[in-house]
C-alpha cells in the first residue's frame, strides 16, 4: 500500500497558484518525498524531491512540514499544460506509487 | 539523445503465447524499472535492476521474468501470458542512490 493520502481531484485557474496536499504520516527518517506527474497517456514525469528541508526548482516548491508528516508540492503560475495526476511518493529507492491527485487547470 | 525507449508501443496477444517486451536507455544509469499500470490502481512495481547482473522483485513479480545482461537493455518477458496480463506497461532508469527516475512512453498490452 501507497504511504501517502492525497485528495482525488483538485482543480485550479489557469495563471493561479496550484497548491497540491499530501500526507504522510509514517514516513521514516530516511525515506524521501518525491512528487511526480503524468500527463494523459504518457510516463511519469520527474518534478521535485526533498527530505526535510524545502526544496525549489525552475517546475515547482516544495514545502515539508517540520515533523515531515506532511508535505504540499507548489505549482506557482498554473498553466493548461499542467493538467495531469500529480503523484506524491514516500520512499528512498524503490518508489510505490499512490493514485495521487488529478489537477484539472482550466482557462 | 534518446533517452529510454520501449518497444513495441503497443501489441495484441493471444492468451498462452509468448512476450518479451524491449526497454532500452542510453543514460548509463545503473538501476532499471518495469512498471504496470491498471486503471484506478497505479502504478505498480514489477521487477528493477539496481545494476547489470542483478534483479529483484517489486510489488507484482509473478509471470514475469526480467534479465539484466548489460547497462543499457532490461526487457520484460511474459513466459505465457493471460488476459490479467492487459497493462500499460513503463520502463524506467536511474543512477543508483540517485533522485530521479527517467520513463519511458510505455507499452501498452492487451492479452486476448
Known amino acids: 500500500d501507497a504511504k501517502t493520502t492525497q485528495p482525488t481531484s483538485m482543480d485550479c485557474a489557469e495563471g493561479r497558484a496550484a497548491n497540491l496536499p499530501c500526507n504522510h504520516s509514517t514516513i521514516s527518517g530516511n525515506e524521501y518525498v518525491y512528487w511526480y506527474r503524468q500527463i494523459h497517456s504518457q510516463g511519469p514525469q520527474y518534478i521535485i524531491h526533498g527530505l526535510k528541508n524545502n526544496e525549489t526548482n525552475e517546475m515547482a516548491s516544495l514545502i515539508i512540514t517540520e515533523d515531515r508528516k506532511s508535505s504540499t508540492l507548489i505549482l506557482p503560475h498554473a498553466t493548461l499544460r499542467d493538467t495531469a495526476v500529480y503523484y506524491c511518493?514516500?520512499?528512498?529507492?524503490?518508489?510505490?506509487f499512490g493514485k495521487g491527485t488529478m489537477l484539472l487547470v482550466s482557462p | 539523445i534518446a533517452g529510454i525507449t520501449q518497444a513495441p508501443t503497443s501489441q495484441i496477444l493471444a492468451a498462452g503465447r509468448r512476450m518479451t517486451l524491449r526497454c532500452t536507455q542510453d543514460?548509463?544509469?545503473?538501476?532499471m524499472y518495469w512498471y504496470r499500470q491498471d486503471l484506478g490502481l497505479g502504478l505498480r512495481l514489477i521487477h528493477y535492476s539496481n545494476t547489470a547482473g542483478t534483479t529483484g522483485k517489486g510489488e507484482v513479480p509473478d509471470g514475469y521474468s526480467v534479465s539484466r545482461a548489460n547497462t543499457d537493455d532490461f526487457p520484460l518477458t511474459l513466459a505465457s501470458a493471460v488476459p490479467s496480463q492487459t497493462s500499460v506497461y513503463f520502463c524506467a532508469s536511474s543512477d543508483l542512490g540517485g533522485d530521479e527516475q527517467f520513463f519511458g512512453p510505455g507499452t501498452r498490452l492487451t492479452v486476448l
Open positions: 543514460m548509463r544509469h545503473n538501476a
Open positions: 511518493i514516500v520512499g528512498y529507492s524503490t518508489l510505490t
